[in-house]
């Protein structure tokens, strides 16, 4: 497997702005459903934001107004955008693809659809 590499984490203040990248150098994303969860003192706590490969979005309400999931074919990256960041919003972000096209965005909110993770960044909002 040719892993998925996040990156763009850091520490920002509350109401700042980060943006993560996902991308890896073995798969065209643009194939894959791409989705960015979170993780909290090691556990997972679910999907976030969810981008399938007919552009169609899923956020949980919430990240809702705040994120935005954006693909760029060209670069071969899903990024993820952080606007108005909160302190609950603290946690390593991971990248995941499905190579299943699932017409239920249901699915996608299972972690069992993915078929590969990246490793996570880091995001620490605090002032």
């Known amino acids: 497997q040719v892993p998925l590499v996040e990156s763009g984490g850091g520490l920002v203040q509350p109401g700042g702005s980060l943006r993560l990248s996902c991308t890896t150098s073995g798969l065209a994303l643009d194939k894959y459903g791409v989705a960015w969860f979170r993780q909290v003192a090691g556990k997972r706590e679910g999907v976030i934001c969810i981008s399938r490969t007919d552009d169609s979005t899923y956020y949980i309400d919430p990240v809702k107004g705040r994120f935005t999931i954006s693909r760029d074919n060209a670069k071969n990256t899903v990024d993820l955008q952080m606007n108005s960041l909160k302190p609950e919003d603290t946690a390593v972000y991971s990248c995941?693809?499905?190579?299943?096209?699932?017409?239920?965005?249901?699915?996608?909110?299972?972690?069992?659809?993915?078929?590969?993770w990246g490793q996570g960044t880091q995001v620490t909002v605090s002032s």
């Open positions: 995941a693809v499905s190579a299943t096209y699932y017409s239920l965005m249901y699915y996608y909110r299972l972690p069992g659809s993915y078929d590969q």
